[in-house]
Nanobody, 127 residues
Framework: QEQLVESGGGLVENGGSLRLSCEVS????????IGWFRQAPGKEREGVAS??????FYGESVMGRFTISKDNDKNTMYLQMTRLKPEDTAIYYC??????????????????????WGQGTQVTVSS
């Protein structure tokens, strides 16, 4: 059974850093498209970062500040977040696609292409 478990969220000051982890079981991350998403209260779920087709994709609001990566041996994906801002406050979710699915570039940050999700981890950035 596919399972994704996030960790690493918490409270951080404006300008600080955090690293989120997502441990995966039930399938391998090797060759699989993965992504990080976030959802703030009252807002729609937003694509933050993705790895697919050997490339990385980032949302405009986090480009240059966040870095997505994965360790296939540990079957774990990461989101390194730096220069955090209060507007980054949200619940962060990791996600994975089914099998070796690939998409056009515009879909990698769309939540609906990802069938497997973690439970989310809260990130709060104080002003």
């Amino acid at each position: 059974q596919e399972q994704l478990v996030e960790s690493g969220g918490g409270l951080v000051e404006n300008g600080g850093s955090l690293r989120l982890s997502c441990e995966v079981s039930g399938f391998t991350l090797k060759g699989r498209t993965i992504g990080w998403f976030r959802q703030a209260p009252g807002k729609e779920r937003e694509g933050v970062a993705s790895i697919g087709k050997g490339r990385t994709f980032y949302g405009e609001s986090v480009m240059g500040r966040f870095t997505i990566s994965k360790d296939n041996d540990k079957n774990t994906m990461y989101l390194q977040m730096t220069r955090l801002k209060p507007e980054d406050t949200a619940i962060y979710y990791c996600a994975a696609v089914r099998g070796q699915a690939v998409f056009t570039d515009d879909l990698y940050l769309r939540s609906w292409v990802y069938p497997f999700w973690g439970q989310g981890t809260q990130v709060t950035v104080s002003s």
